[in-house]
Each structure stands twice: as C-alpha cells, then as structure tokens.
C-alpha cells in the first residue's frame, strides 16, 4: 500500500481534533475597547490575558474560529534553539543585540511555564532537551561555529556525537532544559481566564482595515467599527498595511506534519537537522501511547512540487528510520520569513504608535508569539521592554535587509509574470474525484476542482490580493498564492491572507 494511501484523506490537526475550543458569537455591531487585537492565536490571546489582567477593556476578532490559524497547526516546542541561526544574527546584529534574542526566547518560555502554574492549566508541558544534528559533512563546520555562537551568548549547549533518538547522525548541538507542551490545552485555559476578566470574543469577524485617529478604529468587512485606543493585528499576516510595505518584506513558507504510530518507545527529546530536506521530530501522547510527530519539507507557499508528495516523503521516513506503521493524522502549517530572520513586532510605522503588529515567527511561534505578546503590553502599559529595539517593524539593516528585499520581490516578480504567461488548455472530462486541474475558460485562467461527489468547484485563480495567479495544492485541497503566501479553499474562501477577498467564482456552464 503506498503512503498516500494510508494517510488519512482529510489533513487534521491532532491538536484541534484532541480538544473542544469554545465558540463565539459573530461582531454585530460597532463597539468601544481600551484595545481591540486582531487575530485569536498564540499571541493574541496571551496579549487579551495579560492586558485583561491590567484591567483594559478588550475585544478580540477573528476572521474564522479562534485557535485553528497557525497555533493550531503548530510543532509546538517551546525552545530557544530556532535552527542554525545564532552565528548568522552574529554577523549581521552583533553580539549584544543577539543575546536579547535568545534572553526573549527564553522569557518567553517562563511566561509560559508561569502562567501554566498560575492558573493550574494541565497542557503536558515538560521540559526537554533540544537537539539541532546534522548527517551532512557539510554541515558539521556549521553546527561548530553555531556552538562557538551559544559560547559567545552565554548559552550552555554541548556538541555531541551521540543522541537518544537512534536516527542516522555525525553530529548534534544540545540545547538543555528546553520545553514542549499541548498548545491548545494551554490556551483555551487561557481563553477561559481572559472571558473570566472581561474580554469580549468574536469570531467569523473580518477585519478588513484601520483607521487611523486619535482613536484608531477596526473596520469589519460588515462595515462594524471598534475604536479603541490601541490595536493589535496579531493576525499571522498583519491585516492592515499602514503603508509598511509588509508583503514585501517577508515571504511564506509551508511545512508539513504527519502524526505516526511506531512500535517504538519514544526516548525524549525534541529534534530538528541542519541541512535540507529539514526533518523535526518531537512526540506526544494519544491513548498513553506515544505519537511521533514527524515535520519537514519547507518550501515557499504555492511553489515547487505537488503538496501530497510532501506528506508521503515523510511518512516515508518514518516508516525507515521508526518503523512507523500507521498515520493516525496528517497537517501542514504557514509561516513568514522577515528580510532578516527576526520577527516584526512592535508599532507597525512611526507614524503610527498605537497600532501593533507581531508577525515573521519563521516557525518558531511558541516563544516568538509569547514574547511579541509581552513587548507589545509592555509598550501599551508604558514599560520598558529591553527587546523593544530588536524587533522593531522599522529597522532595515543594509545587511541583509537590501540583498534580501532584492530576491523576495524578484521572485514575486518571476511567478506575477510566469502566471500571466502561462495558457493552460487542460481537459476538465478528463478530471477525476478528487482532483483539480487549471485551464482556460472564455480566456481566462480558471480553477476546476471535482470534489469526492463529483461536483465541480470553478474558480478565477486570480489571487484577490495583489493578482498573481494561485497553484492547485492537492495535500490540503487549497488553492495556494506563489507570490505573498495567500490561500483559499478549493471554493475560493479566504484561508490565510494577505488576501481579504475570495476567489471570484465561475459559473458552470461557461465551461461548456
């Protein structure tokens, strides 16, 4: 039997299908807040909490259910071991300000491990030590200046040449004390405690703009209004622009994940490699048994090869390296990359002081989510945040912000071109359940999906938010943007922005 056909049809987050969220009620009127925060993750909800416990009034909106964005598809390792990073910040940031970086990751941490105790939240959080390995010659001069890095930095972390998981290897770099946990059972605790002190929810609530006063008010797509004194998009992609050219000062990447049974006793730890293909594997419990969590295959939204490929190479993998017998879930994420690999968080221009954003975790949204939650509180509540300068949305270092603002919109450039170019002339007749094709239909580019009843779904591929064309994504059945990491169901709802607007759909008969 082939890989795909023993995953499961329909990708599920283990994380959502494991917990009941709660629901709320669509914004149907307009309304007043101290702060009205955009987006119901990671960030958003730890802001409403440590506001609320300042007693601000808040509000929090979100476009569909809160906690089924990115935190809901996440790896969720609380660590401050991001990948090989440390040496690169080095070179372009120096020591001081990287240091600040890590000190916010592992603040972040402690807010977690803090508030979990506090409140008596039971979210399997446990400590464990984070290993970053490479099976590459190439990559083992890498992994000695990133420990020559931590020295410099203060952190405790030791080159080894051995690791609990038994997986090919030359040689690892351990980060200790690190953590991972349940990411839901954690924040709906924290979503019960922000309604307990006031906040206000609203789901299925489009923010579609701000505008921007003395008192800044939320715009809906219904044409409500929430004016509050300060905002904060903590919407993944930032809702509102504000003229900080955002979408192009960042690019998104998918990754993928599949949740596998294994004979195997899972021996701890939280594991990611070096090199590419990235493969991260962490476990968890289901039933008192362990399930592996296998993660990897990056690569830029709406680009590359079909997205099924992708879940079946790392089933694949695990069935070598684990003895993985089954895949009991499947899921795949989104995340953005900055100019520099640091997060955007803080004021989103300097003109406009009372609107946040927190946005560019590059995967790494457990500490970066939490942290950007504090620096922004911090900022609304007037105390001084030693990360503030770091993360700044306004910084643009000349290395290796210039090099990279060039090759993120040169490639935006090639796939806006390549998809106006393209004339595809597919066969709808030929089209099985579940599949889709792309075509051209009264000349213009057209999306066909044929669900598992054999009912077509027929788009216009042009992607509502700055008009590239959008790619067929057969893993999630999802039409994906090349360009600035937008997506859509295969119906043409909005998923994830920067887009706001569906696809425009067609009409059947057209097609004959």
């Known amino acids: ?135 590459s010659d190439d990559y083992i001069v890498k992994l000695e200046d990133e420990w020559k890095a931590y020295d410099k930095l203060g952190i405790k972390g030791e080159l080894v040449d051995k690791m609990p998981l038994d997986i090919p ?47 800044p008010a939320i715009i809906t797509k219904e044409g409500q209004r929430v004016t509050c004194r300060y905002v904060i998009a903590a919407s993944h992609f930032p809702f509102y622009d504000g003229q900080g050219f955002y979408p192009t000062r960042m690019y998104a990447d998918r990754a993928y994940i599949v949740a596998m049974e294994t004979p195997k006793k899972y021996p701890g730890g939280m594991y990611i490699n070096a090199e590419t293909p990235t493969r991260s594997i962490r476990s968890t419990k289901i039933a008192g048994k362990d399930l592996w969590l296998v993660v ?33 879930y499947r899921w795949s994420a989104q995340d953005l990359t900055t100019l520099d690999k640091v997060p955007y968080i803080g004021p989103i221009t300097k003109e406009q002081q009372n609107v946040f954003i927190a946005t560019g975790y590059r995967k790494w949204g457990m500490t970066n989510g939490t942290i950007a939650a504090k620096i922004i509180t911090d900022h609304i509540m007037e105390k001084d945040n030693p990360y503030t300068e770091l993360f700044s949305p ?34 709808v007749a030929q089209l099985k359940n579940d599949e889709a094709t ?26 509502t938010h700055l008009g590239c064309e959008v790619e067929w994504n057969s893993g999630d059945r999802t039409w994906d943007c090349p360009c600035h990491g937008s997506r859509f169901s295969y119906d043409g709802a909005v998923i994830e922005g920067p887009a706001k607007k569906p696809l425009q759909k067609r009409d059947a008969a057209e097609l004959d």
């Open 1 to 135: 039997m082939s890989a795909q056909q023993q995953m499961p049809v329909v990708p599920e987050s283990y994380w959502l299908q494991s917990i009941n969220i709660p629901e709320f009620p669509t914004l149907e009127e307009s309304c007043k807040a101290d702060v009205g925060i955009v987006g119901g993750g990671i960030t958003g909800i730890t802001a409403a909490y440590l506001l609320s416990k300042q007693n601000y009034k808040v509000i929090l909106l979100d476009a569909g259910k809160i906690l089924h964005g990115t935190t809901g598809h996440t790896t969720a390792k609380i660590t401050a071991q991001h990948g090989l990073i440390y040496d690169e910040l080095i070179q372009h940031f120096g020591v001081e300000k990287v240091q600040h970086y890590y000190q916010a990751a592992i603040e972040a941490k402690q807010l977690i491990e803090t508030i979990a105790k506090q409140l008596n939240i039971s979210c399997e959080l446990q400590e464990e030590h984070a290993y970053l390995y490479t099976n």
């Open 169 to 215: 290897m030359k040689t690892a770099l351990v980060m200790s004390n690190q953590a991972q946990f349940h990411p839901l059972k954690y924040l709906t605790a924290l979503t019960k405690a922000c309604i307990d002190q006031g906040v206000r929810f609203y789901e299925h609530t489009t923010a579609m703009d701000v505008e921007y006063n003395n008192h």
């Open 296 to 328: 990897g295959e990056n690569h830029k939204t709406g680009q590359g090869k079909p997205t099924i490929e992708h879940y079946e190479a790392l089933q694949r993998f695990a069935q070598k390296e684990f003895d993985a017998s089954k895949c009991l």
């Open 394 to 427: 306004a910084r643009f270092q000349a290395d290796p912000a210039i090099r990279k603002f060039t090759q993120f919109n040169a490639d935006v450039a090639k796939h806006l071109i390549k998809g106006k170019l393209e004339y595809p002339d597919n066969d």
């Open 438 to 463: 792309v075509t051209r239909v009264q000349g213009k580019r057209t999306g066909i999906y044929k669900d598992m009843d054999s009912k077509l779904h027929i788009v216009d591929t042009t992607c």
